[in-house]
């Protein structure tokens, strides 16, 4: 398996306040990504990152910042948690070459109430 | 912008034959199908690329139309293990902003 580790797994946390998720990888993939996904809506991409300090948006980003300081760790931050950022949120990591599969990480379950 | 996928969900007997598909609007460089069972990480399943080829895995196979922009996934003579959502998660390009559609929900039942 994949070294890839969520953190944390589960939070639970009030509308207003800030919230970091940590993906941390021990594979040196290049590729990270954070999803969330939603009952009827499937994964969808929040933001992704091409290496250090190179990150790009992706369909839902309004609400989400990322920052990537080192090749393996990708943290997400949500400035001011609302109710509709209740989700499972999903990292995953991707190595350099075309035909390179993701391996995602465990997921964490935040409530924002 | 997600690709779409089709059916939505699917209920079979074990033993009996499913394809599910994958579209989208956009030109596409490669297409990826992960499963997810419930409570747990999607895992992968396959990769297909530019050049039309089909590849398969056990009795799981897939097709890639980069004309149609669509792919397909076969799953033949299923199993209860089959069960799960099927995502299909496609690029557009070389920038790797891998984007999934909604899934399939696929039932199996002895």
């Known amino acids: 398996d994949a070294g890839i580790t969520q953190s944390p797994r589960h939070k639970v946390t009030e509308t207003g306040t800030p919230v970091t998720l940590r993906c941390h990888q021990t594979e040196n993939h290049r590729y990270m990504y954070w999803y969330r996904q939603d009952p009827g809506h499937g994964l969808r991409l929040i933001h992704y990152?091409?290496?250090?300090?190179?990150?790009d948006k992706g369909e839902v980003s309004d609400g989400y910042s990322v920052s990537r300081s080192k090749t393996e760790d990708f943290l997400l931050t949500l400035e001011s948690a609302t109710s509709s950022q209740t989700s499972v949120y999903f990292c995953a990591i991707k190595g350099d070459r075309e035909n390179e599969k993701l391996f995602f990480g465990s997921g964490t379950q935040l409530s924002v109430l | 912008q997600q690709p779409v996928q089709s059916p939505q969900a699917v209920i079979l007997r074990e033993g009996e034959d499913a394809v599910i598909n994958c579209s989208s609007s956009?030109?596409?460089?490669?297409v990826h199908w992960y499963r997810q069972k419930h409570g747990e990480a999607p895992i992968f399943l396959m990769i297909?690329?530019?050049?039309?080829e089909q590849k398969g895995h056990d009795k799981i196979s897939a097709s890639f139309n980069e004309k149609k922009q669509q792919s397909s996934l076969y799953l033949t003579a299923s199993q209860l293990s089959y069960s799960g959502t099927y995502f299909c998660g496609t690029l557009g390009g070389s920038n790797y902003k891998l984007t999934f559609g909604k899934g399939t929900l696929l039932t199996v039942n002895p």
């Open positions: 297909l690329l530019k050049g039309g």
């Open positions: 990152s091409y290496g250090v300090k190179d990150t």
């Open positions: 956009k030109a596409l460089y490669s």
